[in-house]
């Protein structure tokens, strides 16, 4: 609420948000978009805790994040959200079943035989959890780390240019799996993304131009994602 976020002092000061208000609703696929430097990065990176707002608030689950120490952030980030990345991060010496497990292990946290199984079959990789990396297609990868990121049944699933290393195929599939665990998982799910048909697989569009928000498509199609974003300058 009221987030701002600026990036230097005095005359050189850059406002990258600004007084920005978003809600996320719960069990929905947001995606987030704008032009170039129109904040897009820096609204998800507060509101997953990874940067402190200049002012402005972030709840997630009613939890104020903004007020918290850096231990008990730390501590947050990993029991209650979950993240995905252009890059994989998976450990190259270990198994597919023993990564998707690894912030249960790291979190000494017991695993939820169920939840494990429903995760890893709805993103198609419950034969393949024998496997490490090198022996698993970037797209298998891909959902390996995806499944790490649902394994704590995290509040909100961040993900950051998810498809911006993969190729066209590889690419709508995973697209396809952060649908499914939308509506098969009821996960939250907010996505950064600056391709218009990554867009149309979510349920609603954020807009940002120049750090505040420009607007909001529900159902987007490619095509409304592609007028709504030429209609901002990109």
Request: net charge negative; charged share 25%; hydrophobic share 40%.
């Amino acid at each position: 609420m009221g987030l701002t976020k600026t990036y230097g002092e005095g005359d050189s000061a850059v406002a990258a948000l600004d007084r920005v208000d978003v809600a996320i609703t719960k069990g929905r696929f947001t995606a987030v978009m704008g032009p170039s430097g129109s904040g897009k990065s820096t609204l998800m990176h507060c509101l997953a805790g990874l940067e402190t707002p200049s002012a402005g608030r972030v709840l997630i689950g009613g939890t104020d994040i903004t007020a918290m120490s850096d231990h008990d952030l730390t501590l947050l980030r990993r029991d209650r959200i979950g993240f995905v990345f252009q890059a994989f991060n998976l450990l190259p010496m270990l198994t597919a079943r023993d990564n998707v497990l690894l912030p249960l292990t790291l979190a000494g946290r017991r695993v939820d035989i169920e939840r494990f199984e429903h995760v890893t079959t709805v993103l198609r990789i419950a034969d393949r959890l024998d496997h490490r990396p090198s022996e698993l297609s970037g797209g298998q990868q891909q959902r390996v780390a995806v499944a790490r990121a649902l394994i704590t049944s995290p509040d909100v699933l961040f993900a950051d240019e998810p498809t911006g290393a993969l190729d066209s195929r590889t690419s709508a599939q995973l697209l396809d799996f952060l649908r499914s665990s939308v509506r098969e998982l009821g996960q939250t799910v907010v996505m950064v993304t600056h391709d218009p048909r990554a867009a149309s697989y979510a349920d609603e569009v954020l807009l940002l131009a120049d750090g505040r928000v420009a607007g909001s498509l529900t159902g987007p199609t490619e095509d409304s994602v592609l007028a709504a974003m030429k209609g901002l300058g990109e």
